[in-house]
C-alpha cells in the first residue's frame, strides 16, 4: 500500500511538470502571435489579422490535444493501478473522442473530470486507511501503558 502511494505521489510530480511545460508552450503560442495581431488590428487588415488568428488557433488547438492526451494518459493509468472502471472504448459513444492533431482517441473531458473525481476519492479512502492504523496502535499501546501503571502501583 505505501509503495502504491509512493509511486503514485511521484507520478503527480511528473504529470504537474509535464502540464506546466505544455501550459507554458500554449502560452507562448499566444504571445507570439499576439503582436502580429494587433499590427493587422491597427492596419485595419482584417483578412490578415484572420490568418494569423486562425494560424494561432491552429496551433493552440494542438497543443490542448496534447494537454488532453496526457490528462488522459495521466487518469486513465491511475484508474488501472487503483481498480476503477474506464468506459469501454467505442468509436460511436461520447465518452471517447478523437484528436485530428494527435491521431488519438481520449476519453472526453466530462469523462475524464468523472474518472479524475473517482481517482482522487480512491486515493483519499486509501490514504485513510493507511493512517487510521498507525493512530489505532498509538491508541491501543497507550491504552496498555495505562492499565499497565495502573496495576503497578
Known amino acids: 500500500m505505501k509503495l502504491l502511494t509512493e509511486v503514485m505521489i511521484f ?16 502560452q507562448a503560442v499566444m ?3 499576439d503582436p502580429d495581431i494587433q499590427k493587422a ?11 494569423i488568428a486562425s ?16 490528462q488522459h494518459r495521466y487518469i486513465t493509468k491511475q484508474a488501472d493501478r487503483l481498480l ?11 465518452d471517447w473522442i478523437y484528436s485530428e492533431y494527435s491521431g488519438r482517441w ?6 475524464l473530470t468523472r474518472l479524475g473525481r473517482e ?5 483519499r479512502e486509501r490514504l485513510e486507511l493507511t493512517f487510521l492504523w ?13 492499565i499497565f501503571t495502573a496495576f503497578w502501583r
Do not use: C, H
Not at 507520478?11 to 500554449?26: G, I, N, S, V
Not at 494560424?55 to 496534447?66: A, C, G, L
Open 31 to 33: 504571445d507570439a502571435y
Open 134 to 146: 498507525p493512530s489505532a496502535m498509538i491508541g491501543l499501546l497507550g491504552g496498555l501503558i495505562g
Open 55 to 70: 494560424m494561432m488557433f491552429s496551433e493552440r488547438d494542438s497543443v490542448r490535444s496534447e494537454i488532453l492526451s496526457l
Open 119 to 123: 481517482v482522487r476519492q480512491e486515493r
Open 84 to 94: 476503477l472502471p474506464i468506459p469501454k472504448f467505442d468509436t460511436k459513444s461520447s
Open 106 to 111: 481520449t476519453l472526453s473531458p466530462d469523462v
Open 11 to 26: 507520478e503527480d510530480m511528473k504529470f504537474r511538470q509535464r502540464l506546466k511545460k505544455l501550459q507554458t508552450a500554449e
Open 41 to 51: 488590428r491597427a492596419d485595419k487588415n482584417w483578412d490578415e489579422e484572420q490568418g
